[in-house]
């Protein structure tokens, strides 16, 4: 099964224009405030005393003026998005080799977050990471994804030994040495799953999800080869009319720093936030445009 690479050059179609319901829910206020950082490890990637709770995306990105930021669940994957380290203001997108993403007018900050030393973490696989990087945080045994193939493949079989080795369009099991399921060990079994998966597999994953019920954590997602993937990170609401507008990030071809997108179609104001309209056929993001009915949630 061939490696595949999935945020490949869009064509004309493509060119653009959680936890369980009784956990408590935690509000953010439209301007940021006083914030407590998360408990130490939960940014697992971060060498230690790194994390500042200034550089995060909800201390970056207040809402638009009328919006108020939608409530999340404590310890949700929302919440945790939401509180995202971020590289410092004007801080330019890399590609996995340093060299400079050739196009730097996309973004609006840069997650602070290592893309690899390999051309893997593209855009699917930067949904991936972020999705494992939550899971990893509160369970390392919760952490599983399938293959292009449609084979499972979880984190706690890989570091227990039960490894995978792929011949041809076969996935075939693989002793390897058993390991502790530490964070270096599951950015190893990432770099293997990047590999072998993409958007087709990870649209699979999802559940379809109207654009006027968008949440944190929800995937803008066009399956294939092209195919492309964005992340919502967070969502505010106009209470008046129950409009939202989202935060998206992306990785893309060749692999890169993870990056929030500004909204370069906008001038009434949004700044970096997107509104998702549910009457237009089209959603359009600096680098793709998707389709109304590509919204998909992680179960």
Same mark, same amino acid.
């Given at each position: 099964?061939?490696?595949?690479? *999935?945020?490949t050059?869009?064509?004309?179609?493509s060119? =653009?224009?959680?936890?369980?319901?009784e956990?408590?829910?935690?509000?953010?206020?439209?301007?940021?405030?006083?914030?407590?950082?998360? #408990?130490?490890?939960?940014?697992?990637?971060?060498?230690?005393?790194? /994390?500042?709770?200034?550089?995060? $995306?909800?201390?970056?990105?207040?809402?638009?003026a009328?919006?108020?930021?939608?409530?999340?669940a404590? %310890?949700?994957?929302g919440?945790?998005? &939401?509180?995202?380290?971020?590289?410092?203001?004007?801080?330019?997108?890399?590609? /996995?080799?340093?060299?400079?993403?050739d !196009?730097?007018?996309?973004?609006?900050?840069?997650?602070?977050?290592d893309?690899?030393?390999?051309?893997?973490?593209?855009?699917?696989?930067?949904?991936?990471?972020?999705?494992?990087?939550?899971?990893?945080?509160?369970?390392?045994?919760?952490?599983? @994804?399938?293959?292009? *193939?449609?084979?499972?493949?979880?984190? !706690?079989?890989? /570091?227990?030994?039960r490894? @995978?080795? $792929?011949? %041809?369009?076969?996935?075939?099991?693989? #002793?390897?040495?058993?390991? =502790?399921?530490?964070?270096?060990? @599951? &950015? +190893? /079994?990432?770099?293997?799953?990047?590999?072998?998966?993409?958007?087709?597999?990870? *649209?699979?994953?999802?559940?379809?999800?109207?654009l006027?019920? $968008?949440?944190?954590?929800?995937?803008?997602? !066009?399956?294939? *080869?092209?195919?492309? =993937?964005?992340?919502?990170?967070?969502?505010?609401?106009?209470? =008046?009319?129950?409009r +939202?507008?989202?935060?998206?990030?992306?990785?893309?071809?060749?692999?890169?720093?993870?990056?929030?997108?500004?909204n370069?179609?906008?001038d009434?104001?949004l700044?970096a936030? @997107?509104?998702?309209?549910?009457?237009?056929?089209?959603?359009?993001?600096?680098?793709?445009?998707?389709?109304?009915?590509?919204?998909g949630?992680?179960?």
């Amino acid at each position: 099964m061939p490696l595949l690479l *999935s945020c490949t050059s869009p064509g004309t179609d493509s060119v =653009a224009g959680g936890l369980p319901a009784e956990q408590p829910l935690v509000a953010v206020a439209d301007a940021p405030a006083p914030l407590v950082p998360p #408990a130490p490890g939960v940014y697992a990637w971060l060498p230690t005393g790194r /994390y500042r709770a200034s550089q995060t $995306v909800v201390a970056r990105f207040a809402p638009p003026a009328g919006y108020k930021r939608m409530a999340v669940a404590a %310890g949700s994957f929302g919440q945790w998005l &939401r509180y995202l380290p971020l590289l410092p203001a004007g801080t330019p997108v890399k590609l /996995y080799n340093g060299q400079p993403k050739d !196009r730097q007018d996309v973004h609006a900050a840069v997650l602070d977050m290592d893309v690899g030393q390999r051309d893997l973490q593209q855009c699917a696989d930067a949904v991936i990471r972020l999705r494992a990087e939550y899971l990893f945080s509160q369970n390392p045994d919760q952490v599983h @994804f399938h293959l292009t *193939s449609g084979d499972d493949i979880g984190f !706690r079989d890989w /570091y227990s030994g039960r490894g @995978f080795r $792929v011949q %041809g369009d076969a996935v075939l099991p693989a #002793a390897r040495h058993a390991e =502790a399921p530490s964070h270096a060990n @599951f &950015r +190893r /079994y990432l770099d293997q799953i990047f590999t072998y998966a993409g958007t087709l597999s990870l *649209s699979k994953e999802l559940q379809p999800t109207p654009l006027a019920q $968008v949440q944190a954590g929800d995937v803008l997602i !066009r399956g294939g *080869s092209p195919g492309h =993937a964005v992340l919502v990170l967070d969502v505010a609401e106009q209470p =008046a009319t129950g409009r +939202r507008v989202v935060l998206l990030a992306q990785s893309y071809m060749p692999a890169q720093q993870m990056h929030v997108l500004t909204n370069l179609y906008d001038d009434s104001g949004l700044g970096a936030w @997107f509104y998702l309209d549910p009457q237009q056929e089209r959603v359009g993001t600096p680098e793709w445009t998707f389709r109304n009915t590509e919204l998909g949630r992680f179960e």
